[in-house]
């Protein structure tokens, strides 16, 4: 008995040293994480998504076998490797697929790809997802090991042409989150936040954070504080059915 449970301790040890030789270095236990931006576009506008790898180990080689998006919502005008120092750098616009690779593993943690997307003009707002999927690779000894990738995919959030003046965020409700959002868009910058109009609300030639002041008066004292939108003047009906305001020129 004693010498069986000898035969089975050693039939174990030996399992487990074979299991762990076995297992490619770094791969199993690599948690690499890639990450899409999420951004806010006027729809019908282009958009650009850069695609994040966060990688604990370097890499042989990277490549996007798929990206996935809802076609109706967006069109992919073009696709761009981010990473300079590759040996080979390549895309197939074809297949819709793409890869870099280097001549010894490499840190390219970082922005690796840019999506470049053009939006569909949509009369209400809709959320689009979008994702890839991903194949990564590190040498291990000469040979290519898979490793793990997951993925966080990116959201954009595109805004309908909104004929509500002073709506700045397109979200087609004039309330308090217009002026704080112009406020963002003076500070951070029309790529974060972008606005369909110019929003110079004080007619004073700019667009700054005046505006957002000018704008919140209005909304506390809109006889005092008419807002005009461009040269147009004059004052916007009930909703309809789609979310849109009618313009009614005075
Ligand atoms: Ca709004
Ligand atoms: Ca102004």
Redesign the pocket.
């Known amino acids: 008995m004693k010498n069986f449970s000898r035969a089975i301790s050693l039939i174990l040890t030996v399992v487990l040293l074979l299991g762990i030789s076995l297992l490619p270095v770094g791969a199993a236990e690599a948690a690499c994480n890639l990450t899409l931006e999420n951004k806010k576009v006027i729809a019908g506008q282009d958009v650009t998504v850069d695609v994040m790898l966060d990688a604990p180990v370097s890499v042989i080689s990277f490549g996007v076998d798929d990206i996935v998006y809802d076609s109706e919502l967006m069109t992919l005008t073009s696709v761009e490797w981010l990473v300079e120092d590759a040996t080979i750098s390549a895309w197939d616009e074809e297949a819709g697929k793409g890869a870099i690779a280097f001549a010894e593993n490499t840190e390219i943690s970082g922005a690796v790809l840019r999506l470049t997307f053009k939006t569909t003009v949509v009369k209400v707002h809709n959320d689009a997802m979008v994702s890839v999927v991903p194949v990564a690779k590190v040498d291990v000894d000469g040979v290519d090991n898979a490793l793990d990738v997951s993925v966080n995919g990116g959201l954009l959030n595109l805004l309908a042409p909104s004929k509500l003046i002073g709506d700045v965020d397109g979200n087609l409700e004039v309330n308090g989150d217009d002026y704080v959002y112009l406020l963002y868009n003076t500070l951070f910058g029309d790529e974060l936040y972008p606005t369909e109009k110019d929003?110079?609300?004080?007619?004073?030639?700019?667009?700054?954070d005046?505006?957002a002041v000018?704008l919140m008066k209005h909304q506390l004292f809109p006889e005092d504080y008419p807002l005009n939108d461009g040269e147009m003047s004059g004052s916007v009906s009930d909703k309809d059915e789609d979310g849109f305001g009618e313009w009614i020129p005075f």
Do not use: F, Q
């Open positions: 929003c110079d609300y004080n007619e004073d030639g700019v667009v700054s005046d505006d000018y």
